[in-house]
């Protein structure tokens, strides 16, 4: 079987192409047609109001509403795998989300559960070339995917160097698919607390999509190492943003206002 280094973790000279006539372990997911929408209905409604006191976001009109997209967000606590879908998720773009996760997040009950919600696993020891594909896959389906770009959960509110697989999936993707035109949306989520409790407070702040075109016409390992620095800039800069918003509560949020540039 043919198999890539982890590309989450290296660089390589050359974009990765994946022959289709090689035989590699097949990676899919999917989102529950049953069970998605009823935990993202729970999850918004119910679960996320009766836990957090309040949310902030910002920049919630650079979500793009179609097209191929790699939503990257900082990692500060388990609760960020539901508001991430809280601002970018079908609710908003009537679109699921895709969720590329460790191996270890996909076991038992909780590993079911990631999966009837669209994640899939990503052998961090071990990976092969078949996780690298179906994330190009969705791309080319023009799907939305959520990749953690610092590679695990960090409760200090900085952002810790990020891994440049997630560079290099996206100009794989568009150098398999020219023209595809694929985004990459930085997005900073800040708590209160370190480890968040019942009343916690949250700020989400979501920047401009960054242009995977944009890095194709050089080097690709010199390209690959451009996007990475430039996304860790904007969520540097996202993470520091001071939110000129004032603070909603879930009553107001639910009921639909604009909680944008406030």
């Given at each position: 079987?043919m198999e890539?280094?982890?590309f989450?973790?290296?660089y390589?000279?050359t974009?990765?192409?994946i022959?289709p006539?090689v035989h590699?372990?097949?990676?899919?997911?999917?989102?529950?047609p049953?069970?998605?929408?009823?935990a993202?209905f729970l999850?918004r409604h119910?679960?996320?109001?009766?836990?957090f006191?309040?949310?902030?976001?910002?920049?919630q009109a650079n979500v793009?509403?179609?097209?191929?997209?790699?939503?990257?967000?900082t990692h500060r606590a388990r609760?960020d795998a539901?508001?991430v879908?809280?601002v970018a998720g079908?609710c908003?773009?009537g679109?699921d989300?895709?969720?590329?996760?460790?191996?270890s997040?996909?076991?038992?009950?909780?590993g079911?559960?990631?999966?009837?919600?669209g994640?899939?696993?990503?052998?961090t020891k071990?990976p092969s070339?078949?996780?690298?594909r179906h994330g190009?896959q969705?791309?080319?389906?023009?799907?939305?995917l959520?990749?953690?770009?610092?590679g695990g959960?960090?409760?200090?509110?900085q952002?810790h160097?990020?891994?440049p697989?997630?560079?290099?999936l996206?100009l794989t993707?568009?150098h398999?698919?020219?023209g595809?035109?694929?985004?990459i949306?930085?997005i900073?989520?800040?708590?209160?607390?370190?480890y968040?409790?019942?009343?916690?407070?949250?700020h989400?702040?979501?920047?401009?999509?960054?242009?995977?075109a944009?890095?194709t016409?050089g080097c690709?390992?010199?390209?690959?190492?451009r996007?990475?620095s430039?996304?860790?800039?904007t969520l540097h800069?996202?993470?520091n943003?001071q939110?000129?918003?004032?603070h909603?509560?879930f009553?107001?949020?639910?009921?639909g206002?604009?909680?944008?540039?406030r």
């Open positions: 079987m890539v280094r982890y989450l973790d290296t390589h000279p974009p990765v192409i022959p006539e590699v372990n097949r990676t899919t997911s999917q989102v529950s049953w069970l998605g929408p009823a993202y999850g119910f679960v996320l109001p009766s836990f006191r309040q949310i902030t976001v910002t920049g793009p509403q179609q097209g191929a997209v790699i939503l990257a967000p609760w539901l508001l879908p809280y079908r908003v773009t679109r989300l895709h969720f590329m996760v460790t191996i997040e996909c076991k038992g009950l909780q079911w559960l990631v999966k009837q919600m994640g899939f696993p990503v052998d071990r070339v078949g996780t690298l190009v969705l791309l080319q389906q023009k799907q939305m959520v990749i953690f770009p610092e959960i960090f409760r200090d509110r952002v160097p990020l891994k697989g997630i560079a290099r996206a993707a568009e398999n698919h020219p595809l035109g694929v985004k949306l930085p900073a989520i800040n708590y209160s607390q370190p968040p409790g019942w009343g916690t407070d949250v989400i702040h979501i920047g401009s999509s960054i242009e995977a944009e890095y016409q690709v390992k010199q390209e690959a190492k996007l990475t430039d996304l860790s800039q800069a996202l993470s943003h939110s000129p918003c004032n909603h509560s009553a107001e949020i639910a009921m206002m604009d909680i944008d540039d």
